[in-house]
């Protein structure tokens, strides 16, 4: 983020009048997600993180979310970005044990794009995401082997390729920490202003207990919990 911050600040007059108004022309194309057509301030920011990623700003808008406050990207997107930039060959292969029972376990495993070597991520698991909260999503209900493969693939990239990341937080990890806590954020993120998508959102957060509407600002432990998230993905 601290990249997108000096890139701007390296642009003249001339060059921001120009971003934001070609800012502006997405918002009004009906191109983008709501939390970015509301904003044209945050896809200013979101355009100059398009062009350090080497991304279609329309394309990368689609796949950032908000998440406590915080921009985090889509697990499909994440192994998109593997895949692109040969940090992997081929696509991730998934090694499912126990399916259709409550010992179900998923591993990601993948070719590294420079050595050719098998590259096997940490086993997750039913009892892994029940130990740690992760269930009190109803997707793991639902849809359990899909929960556990789009963790078990961010743990490859976390082990394996954090720079793919690029500091950023993955939407699925960070929902299930707030899910853990018994917070869940609303399905429609009011946009703040500001324009910088580390802090370009607030949204509503409720209790998925009993449906109170508390803070939008992250607890102690949830706030802990996020940023830890963040220094792995950093490292």
Do not use: C
Not at 1 to 24: F, G
Not at 38 to 60: C, D, F, H, Q, W
Not at 70 to 94: F, P, W
Not at 129 to 156: D, H
Request: aromatic share 6%; net charge negative.
């Amino acid at each position: 983020m601290a990249n997108d911050v000096t890139a701007l600040a390296m642009l003249d007059k001339d060059q921001i009048s120009a971003l934001r108004e070609h800012a502006d022309r997405i918002a009004r194309s009906g191109l983008v997600p709501d939390h970015f057509a509301k904003n044209p301030a945050a896809i200013y920011t979101a355009i100059s993180m398009a062009r350090a990623l080497g991304e279609v700003p329309e394309t990368l808008m689609q796949e950032i979310f908000f998440i406590g406050g915080r921009a985090g990207l889509s697990a499909k997107y994440m192994l998109s970005r593997l895949q692109r930039t040969h940090a992997i060959r081929g696509t991730v292969r998934y090694v499912v044990e126990g399916r259709g029972t409550p010992n179900l376990s998923v591993r990601a495993v993948a070719i590294d794009g420079e050595t050719g070597e098998t590259i096997e991520g940490p086993e997750v698991s039913l009892a892994m995401a029940k130990a740690e909260g992760w269930t009190k999503n109803s997707k793991y209900t639902s849809m359990p082997e899909v929960m556990l493969r789009k963790r078990a693939v961010t743990f490859l990239a976390r082990d394996h390729y954090p720079g793919a990341l690029m500091g950023f937080l993955v939407v699925d990890e960070a929902e299930d920490v707030a899910y853990a806590q018994g917070r869940i954020q609303a399905t429609t993120p009011q946009v703040a202003t500001g324009g910088f998508l580390a802090a370009a959102t607030s949204s509503e957060v409720v209790d998925t207990e009993t449906g109170e509407v508390l803070s939008g600002e992250p607890t102690e432990a949830e706030r802990a919990e996020l940023e830890r998230l963040d220094r792995e993905g950093a490292q």
